[in-house]
């Protein structure tokens, strides 16, 4: 059993922020030239896009639990069985 959710949305971040890191390791040991301005797009871009991942994750999880209460209730399985006619 896994200790924490799997959140895509912090994944996708990551490799947005992990992407530009090597772009600029790479220019900084002078394998490439990279220029300064490419780390705007690249970060937004990669926030923009976990941003929309986090979000397709959160309507999923609710629908999941949705579906799962809703189940639940019409298994049409009493909760108790000391209720009031237990009493008579």
Do not use: N
């Amino acid at each position: 059993m896994p200790r924490h959710e799997f959140r895509p949305g912090r994944l996708v971040a990551g490799l947005a922020l992990a992407a530009t890191a090597v772009l600029f390791a790479g220019d900084a040991a002078g394998r490439w030239d990279t220029p300064s301005l490419v780390v705007i797009p690249l970060i937004c871009g990669g926030l923009g896009v976990a941003s929309l991942v986090s979000w397709i994750d959160y309507g999923v999880r609710r629908r999941r639990r949705r579906t799962r209460s809703a189940s639940a209730e019409s298994s049409g399985v009493p909760a108790s069985t000391s209720g009031s006619q237990a009493i008579k």
